[in-house]
Nanobody
Framework: QVQLVESGGGLVQAGGSLRLSCQASGTTMLFQVMAWYRQAPGKQRELVAAVYSNGTPRYADSGKGRFSISRDIAKKTMYLQMNSLTPDDPAVYSC??????????WGQGIPVTVSS
């Protein structure tokens, strides 16, 4: 059973940094793409960043220049380095991973709070 567990969220001051981690377990297969989404209260879930199996990253405009996504295939872990956090960034951040069409998995989500 594939499981994704996020860690590293919490409270940070505006302008600060956080590093989120997403640890995968339950499979030896290579995820084709892994991504971070976020959902703020009253808002739709939105893509933050994604990283493909070849390491190619993709960012939403909201995180370009501030966020950096990476993955360690050997450790089955994906990271999201978030710098220069603003009051627009608080949300529940969730990781997702795709093994193949129709085989998509989600973590439970982890809250990120930014104090001004």
């Amino acid at each position: 059973q594939v499981q994704l567990v996020e860690s590293g969220g919490g409270l940070v001051q505006a302008g600060g940094s956080l590093r989120l981690s997403c640890q995968a377990s339950g499979t030896t297969m290579l995820f084709q793409v892994m991504a971070w989404y976020r959902q703020a209260p009253g808002k739709q879930r939105e893509l933050v960043a994604a990283v493909y199996s070849n390491g190619t990253p993709r960012y939403a405009d909201s995180g370009k220049g501030r966020f950096s996504i990476s993955r360690d295939i050997a450790k089955k872990t994906m990271y999201l380095q978030m710098n220069s956090l603003t009051p627009d960034d608080p949300a529940v951040y969730s990781c997702t991973a795709n093994l193949a069409p129709g085989r998509n998995y989600w973590g439970q989500g982890i809250p990120v709070t930014v104090s001004s």
